[in-house]
């Protein structure tokens, strides 16, 4: 099957579960797991072992009875699917305490997921370096964006700012906005936005808690 | 209709959308708007104005023809619904990037959420005040949890420590663990875990966008 082909044919639930999939199988690599059987995927996720086997024959990673998965052949097709056999260039849109939660967490150079620019319109901050990277002017997104052919920005401004720097992203020529401003962007067709709504995590949360409350009082 | 009824008759997808049904509302409240239509609804959140009056109907949110919504009425209802007609008392382990930005997150407690405990196990931190808070000894959850009545448990810590620290939480008898590690915690039944995984959402993002690549090769 040719990736194209791939694309057409994997349901959106499915691809919501295959970053799962794709942690767990690099998980098992790491501990040198050669093999790994739906049932013990099953187990370890929590999650029913013939749902992990028609979400894993839509893209043609089939298993071998008694065998099992290779776990570095399936984890080179999620790969695939995901787009994550290639590097992106991210920039920054905000050096607050989420644009540091960003800076410092782990692995994404390794994955594949380089900061190339940071960017700020407070005064203090234009100017400061963090590692290789100096804080530059947000006035400056869509030059300097353009530049770099950024793939990816980044919102972690105050939502009253986001709108205008995902402007500015887009007309420098990134294909995908990651918001963590709690607010909705609106983009051009063609290009992906994902949200992180902190808030609307933890009201989901809540709802699940409240909803628990009545279970418990019925029985 | 009460409470409990409607809790039966909300299904998961709707549950979904209700935060950002509640974000808009409160929006339009602080705009002092007293009605709002479905297709004003439809416009500003860029869904389907059929899809959002069969999501208002699950719980009696009937607007009127050609009045709309009462956006109070409708807020308090979503409110109740999502189980935000309550205040919560969080607790966070690690007072790392994560945690600092949850520290700093605008809002939290005007919205019921309040930070009552601040923990890590890092020596240099422990001691360490921030605002009225000061960071204990993360060995201490399940004692002072317990005593302060915790309702949720935040995990901002590396991922090797999340599973150890979600059994504290729910040992000291938190009902909703909100897990920012970047692994699956195991609890208890009748305890809700909500997960915010980095990774997993860039890597939808960088699906999306190869999808995009896929279907602008086709055009």
Not at 37 to 47: A, I, P, V
Not at 59 to 76: D, R
Not at 146 to 170: C, F, H, R, W, Y
Request: charged share 20%; with cysteine.
């Amino acid at each position: 099957m040719t990736e194209n082909e791939i694309m057409d044919r994997v349901p959106e639930a499915v691809v919501r579960r295959l970053p799962r999939y794709y942690r767990y199988l690099q998980a098992l690599e790491s501990m040198e797991e050669e093999r790994v059987s739906s049932l013990k995927m099953s187990h370890d996720l929590g999650l029913n072992a013939s749902q992990i086997r028609r979400d894993l024959n839509c893209f043609g990673g089939f298993g071998q009875q008694g065998y099992g998965y290779s776990v570095s052949k399936l984890k080179g097709e999620i790969e695939t699917i995901l787009g994550l056999n290639r590097s992106y260039q991210l920039i920054i849109a905000g050096v607050g305490n989420i644009g540091h939660a960003l800076l410092n967490y782990p692995n994404f150079e390794k994955r594949g997921f380089q900061i190339a620019a940071l960017f700020d319109i407070r005064p203090e901050l234009i100017g400061k370096a963090y590692g290789n990277l100096v804080v530059q002017n947000g006035k400056e997104i869509e030059t300097i964006a353009k530049t770099l052919g950024a793939d990816i920005g980044v919102i972690a401004t105050p939502k009253n700012a986001a709108q205008e720097v995902a402007d500015s992203m887009v007309a420098a020529g990134v294909r995908g906005i990651w918001n963590f401003a709690p607010v909705e962007v609106a983009v051009r067709r063609g290009v992906c936005v994902e949200n992180i709504h902190l808030n609307d995590s933890l009201y989901s949360l809540c709802y699940h808690m409240a909803a628990e409350d009545h279970l418990s009082e019925l029985l």
